[in-house]
């Protein structure tokens, strides 16, 4: 009954929040110094990066350049990781040895790329160097989304085991007729032809131990061969509606299906926690969850107030179940549709995930979509008032902030410009630190010593293969003054970048008259104790 009260108060207080954001200036809500700031980056299809797919060494080079531009623009905007999609279908965008390189790249499966171009071992240097995480994204049962198979060598393998389910849907479609002889150009017939296709959408079993453990070593490839800072799957599981036989209890069918899902999802986390604990693991189902009241009620939890949870027996896919099994460390649920969209507003769902962040204890880092209204300043409006409306929710349930943008193309890339300058104007001025896995046992951070600085640079000594976040303050402000009211060390205004090795070139308008300040941020994002130099005392 609380859980309900404090729905309905929100949603009555949602038309007040967008009234107070109506004049803008600085952001409503102060910037937090612990949030996501994600950015999705699509190559099915080329939607976000490359723009052209080859194989020689030309193309190569165009897209390193595109990734560069990316990244550059990532930072500028204030983001702190990219989501880089490396496996979009049964495919890899990077040096396998499981699956055959992605046509996305190279434009014909299973041809390789140039020589030496790897794009996951450049996009991790280069998001790095920038510091920004990298996390790969993942499609895990996606095969294919055609009626023919591919028949790469890998791919014959994997069709060989058995281990691909497969969905044709045969479709009807009407086109104008052609023109009729003796008629004018251009004349056609009256009556339309029908035109019958086969569409198949075709993915890894999940109920086949054989496939999950497949997809478990593609994982693995991944995060033992590059040094990501997270991995992370999206929001295909069985395809649509995928046909229970006849005979069959649809139910323990249902259950079952979303059981195989289950067990995905906890076989990676497992071989994650194994290999690289620090890698972040998340999933990004749908928006609305809770299986319209059955699995929230699994749980504690009341059902959101408004949408409908389609994915529960439509995809089988239920993230209340990892998020009670802790085997995910976040779910980024794609709430991608506005603060006044008449059946799924923004707000009271991402008050709803917000809550649950609180229930279970992990992560909820929320997806919005960008091209949700046609670029412009209307559009810009709506998806930094998202962001408010997500920072109030996350700090009215106590849980950490973060949100992850859907595409790139859309931020300030191929198809709208604009949006990464407004967030780098406003909500993202300030820096902002990955929130910690405070459910993982991270070994203590141990405080930098021998820091020093040489002309434009600040050197360091440190003992393993860490992070560091590096601070500037004006030589007026005091270390106690420069504190971060929540977190650690100074306040995020003062941060000047993060650094993946053990120096820092400094900004040219931070060589004069301020003192530094370097902590140790290990990758499971807790920060450590902070090293001063030339620090004044009041």
């Not at 349930?397 to 943008?405: H, K, N, T």
């Not at 640079?457 to 009211?485: F, H, K, Q, T």
Request: hydrophobic share 40%.
């Amino acid at each position: 009954m609380e859980r309900l009260f404090l729905n309905s108060v929100r949603i009555r207080c949602a038309c007040l929040l967008t009234f107070l954001l109506a004049g803008w200036g600085a952001a409503a809500y102060a910037s937090p110094k612990q949030e996501m700031r994600g950015l999705w980056v699509a190559t099915v299809y080329g939607i976000d990066w490359p723009s052209k797919a080859g194989n020689t060494p030309a193309v190569a080079e165009s897209q390193k350049r595109e990734m560069i531009a990316l990244l550059d623009m990532a930072r500028s905007a204030g983001l702190n990781a990219v989501f880089l999609q490396v496996r979009p279908m049964a495919d890899a965008l990077y040096k396998s040895s499981l699956e055959p390189w992605s046509a996305y790249l190279t434009g014909c499966r299973g041809e390789a790329p140039a020589e030496g171009w790897d794009p996951l071992e450049f996009a991790v240097r280069e998001a790095h160097n920038r510091g920004i995480e990298l996390h790969a994204w993942v499609n895990p049962f996606r095969f294919s989304t055609s009626a023919t198979l591919p028949s790469t060598p890998a791919d014959r393998k994997v069709i060989e085991k058995n281990w691909v389910l497969t969905q044709n849907k045969t479709v009807t479609t009407r086109q104008a007729a052609p023109a009729r002889k003796g008629k004018k150009r251009g004349k056609r017939s009256s009556a339309p032809r029908k035109k019958t296709v086969v569409k198949g959408v075709s993915i890894l079993d999940p109920g086949n131990a054989g496939a999950r453990k497949h997809i478990v070593a593609v994982c693995k490839e991944i995060i033992t061969n590059y040094d990501v800072d997270g991995l992370v799957f999206d929001d295909y599981f069985y395809p649509a509606k995928f046909p229970i036989p006849a005979g069959v209890d649809q139910q323990e069918e249902a259950d079952r299906r979303r059981g195989y899902v289950n067990m995905a999802i906890a076989e990676v986390y497992e071989m994650i926690q194994r290999e690289k604990p620090w890698v972040r693991f998340g999933v990004a189902p749908a928006g609305v969850a809770g299986g319209n009241g059955r699995s929230a009620a699994e749980h504690g939890l009341t059902a959101p107030c408004v949408g409908n949870d389609w994915m529960y027996d439509d995809i089988f896919c239920d993230p209340l179940r990892w998020l009670a099994d802790g085997t995910v460390d976040y779910v980024s649920p794609q709430i991608y549709w506005p603060m006044e969209h008449t059946t799924n507003p923004f707000r009271p769902l991402v008050d709803w995930w917000a809550d649950v962040s609180h229930h279970f204890g992990r992560h909820i880092f929320v997806s919005q979509n960008v091209p949700s209204l046609p670029a412009g300043a209307a559009a810009w409006k709506e998806q930094r008032a998202e962001v408010v409306a997500s920072r109030e929710a996350a700090r009215n349930s106590e849980v950490a902030p973060g949100q992850v943008f859907y595409s790139a193309a859309h931020l300030s890339g191929r198809k709208a410009r604009g949006l990464a300058e407004e967030l780098a104007l406003n909500e993202y001025s300030v820096p902002a630190l990955m929130p910690p896995m405070k459910w993982k046992k991270a070994p203590k951070a141990e405080k930098v010593r021998n820091l020093v600085r040489h002309d434009n640079a600040l050197s360091w000594y440190a003992r393993g293969n860490g992070r560091y976040v590096c601070y500037a303050v004006p030589m007026d402000v005091g270390p106690i003054e420069a504190l971060a009211r929540n977190g650690s060390n100074f306040d995020g205004r003062y941060i000047i970048g993060i650094s993946y090795d053990r120096h820092f070139e400094l900004p040219l308008d931070r060589l004069k008259g301020y003192w530094y300040a370097v902590a140790p941020y290990d990758r499971y994002g807790n920060e450590g104790e902070a090293s001063t130099l030339d620090a004044p005392s009041f």
